[in-house]
């Protein structure tokens, strides 16, 4: 498998930030870290380990960028105007720079997925859903769709156009919801084992379903819980049965 480790400086959040790939050929998957994890948190877990067949065989190309958790909503030395807006900037970065340079790693048509797991399943469904004109799709494993969870309760502007369970409800832009509802992907994923919380993603299934936008939700039951091997098993479902 070829692996690759590129940087540069971002313009968005003014600092070095790292990306991985896996891969050489196929769509595009970006994966969006846990909590306070790195670039390399799925690699550590041996998540890219899992996905080995479809990267070998150039079903996908996987690429696999760094969070601001931890100068964001981890930060319990921030005030929380500045955690929200260093979130803002964080998704500026994706959108501006993360996504040209996997399409110059890849070719402008190459669709382009997005995954996370837990805190990561939160930041890729609110990045597909605001921006479906650059993400074709999301697989959001153990996710809870409330930013005020992470918040502990405080909103502001940023907060609410960045916690989908807020903002799903009352989108109304024609260009963005018809660019939703044309995706065949979008994936949500939970167990109902500890620290699952199988009520958050049906919720969000639902706010869904009034907006007339297709998606699959999947339970898979008290034998999984919310731990690595969970997503392991999976996300390699997900693209041996859906895609």
């Known amino acids: 498998m070829n692996r690759n480790v590129f940087s540069w400086h971002s313009p968005s959040l003014h600092k070095e930030m790292p990306i ?23 690699e550590r877990f041996q998540l890219i380990d899992s996905l080995a067949p479809f990267i070998n065989a150039g079903k996908m190309k996987v690429f696999s960028v760094d969070s601001v958790n931890n100068e964001s909503w981890m930060n319990n030395n921030m005030v929380p105007w500045d955690k929200a807006n260093r979130h803002v900037q ?13 399409k110059s790693e890849t070719s402008p048509e190459t669709p382009v997925f997005i995954s ?14 605001k921006r479906p004109d650059l993400i074709n799709g999301v697989i959001a494993m153990s996710g809870v769709y409330d930013l005020t969870y992470y918040s502990n309760g405080y909103m502001d502007d940023n907060v609410y156009f960045n916690s989908p369970q807020h903002y799903m409800p009352n989108l109304s832009d024609h260009y963005t919801l018809e660019n939703i509802r044309r995706s065949n992907h979008i994936h949500i994923l939970t167990g109902s084992g500890s620290y699952e919380d199988p009520r958050a993603g049906g919720d969000f299934a639902k706010i869904l379903y009034d907006k007339g936008i297709n998606y699959d939700f999947d339970n898979w039951g008290e034998n999984y819980k919310h731990d690595w091997p969970t997503w392991r098993d999976m996300l390699p479902n997900i693209f041996s049965t859906r895609f």
């Open 90 to 102: 964080w998704n500026n970065y994706i959108y501006n720079e993360v996504i040209p340079y996997i």
């Open 116 to 129: 996370g797991a837990s805190f990561g399943a939160l930041h890729s469904m609110n990045l597909f859903l």
């Open 20 to 42: 991985v790939s896996y891969g050489n050929y196929g769509f595009s998957l970006l994966l969006v870290p846990t909590a306070a994890a790195d670039y390399l948190e799925y």
